[in-house]
């Protein structure tokens, strides 16, 4: 239901709790429905409102988009993005940054299966449209909304956090439907489904482009088994192989971690020396989620430029991000 300037009236803004359970609460009137209590999630010109849009989600929540004109967004810098960062996508590592970060994909929805494959076979012996069939599809509803709200709230805290970082982000311009379809398993398709790579791309872009910077869509036609070191192609590769080898020049490294590089080299890009061992730079703007998650670290693109690179844990430690959580790994080099 969407009201234009008219039909509505905000009013009794206030403030109330205390400390983290501290809500701003205000009472909202539309015309021919009634009053309604909301929480004001962030402050804005109630002058400059030009449309409000009252969703009702299957689950009963009730959301309230008041859609606020603004000026045109400032002009973006005419100099060149400092720093760059290329990202791969993937099912277990759901992003690797070619500064040798990852983060580990929650599978929110594979996670949730078991509890809505019981729900779902409550709702089936429900009388049909019963109060009880309704209060259970209800339930079913606010499982899949769990399931939604965490992977979006994931995706935007990842975006702010590498917003935070880098001027300008190197994604893969992934044909999502196809990898689907050329699915092998149905574990496959699923968690191709549960990563939600569009999704996520989506969900980057908008986080950069309100800051103003930069994102660029780069094929991702052989990323994975190019070499990063001398461009060849490894036709060897398979799905399983999670360490890239180049047959030609010799070159070892983690095949998401290559694919990374390779992304940021083909945007004209090329990575800077990075020490082996260096220390994670992890931020807490992405330590807030509910579920577990891991936010990685393996360091070691100095040996990108030569040698082989062996994965060699020295030093790892995981928690839920409720706390600061960090995995990080370190490299060998040898010549």
């Known amino acids: 239901m969407v009201y234009p300037q008219s039909g509505w009236k905000l009013s009794n803004t206030r403030e109330v709790g205390l400390g983290k359970n501290k809500k701003r609460k205000a009472r909202l009137y539309l015309s021919k429905i009634g009053f309604f209590t909301l929480i ?30 603004e000026p045109e967004s400032q002009e973006q810098s ?37 509890k809505i494959r019981i729900i779902q076979k409550k709702l089936s012996r429900k009388r049909f449209l019963s109060a009880n069939w309704l209060k259970t599809k209800k339930r079913l509803a606010r499982e899949y909304e769990h399931v939604k709200d965490f992977r979006r709230d994931l995706f935007f ?15 893969e311009d992934l044909d999502t439907e196809g990898l689907i379809q050329k699915g092998e398993t149905r574990t496959r398709r699923m968690r191709l489904y549960d990563s939600s790579f569009s999704e996520l791309r989506r969900c980057l872009e908008w986080v950069f482009q309100k ?33 890239f080898h180049c047959p030609h020049c010799g070159f070892t490294l983690d095949r998401d971690l290559n694919a990374s590089l390779v992304l940021l080299k083909h945007a004209g890009w090329v990575p800077p020396v990075v020490a082996c061992g260096a220390s994670p730079n992890t931020s807490s703007t992405l330590l807030r989620v509910k579920e577990e998650a891991r936010w990685g670290y393996e360091a070691g693109s100095s040996a990108i430029y030569g040698g082989v690179a062996h994965k060699e844990p020295r ?21």
Request: hydrophobic letters at 40%; a positive charge.
């Open 40 to 69: 004001v999630h962030r402050v804005f010109p109630e002058s400059q409102v030009c449309q409000v849009c009252v969703k009702l989600n299957p689950s009963g929540r009730i959301h309230v988009i008041f859609l606020v004109e």
């Open 78 to 114: 005419s100099k060149e993005p400092g720093k760059a960062v290329g990202v791969d996508l993937g099912i277990t590592r759901l992003a690797t940054l070619s500064d040798g970060r990852f983060l580990e994909n929650p599978r929110p929805l594979e996670r949730s299966l078991e």
């Open 157 to 171: 805290k990842l975006g702010c956090l590498l917003a935070q970082d880098y001027d300008l982000l190197v994604l």
């Open 211 to 243: 800051q103003g910077k930069t994102v660029l869509a780069v094929s991702a036609y052989n990323t994975s088994r190019e070499c990063f070191l001398c461009g060849r192609i490894n036709q060897n590769l398979g799905l399983e192989d999670r360490v």
């Open 315 to 335: 030093c790892c430690f995981h928690l839920n991000l409720n706390r600061i959580s960090c995995f990080s790994a370190r490299y060998a080099v040898s010549q």
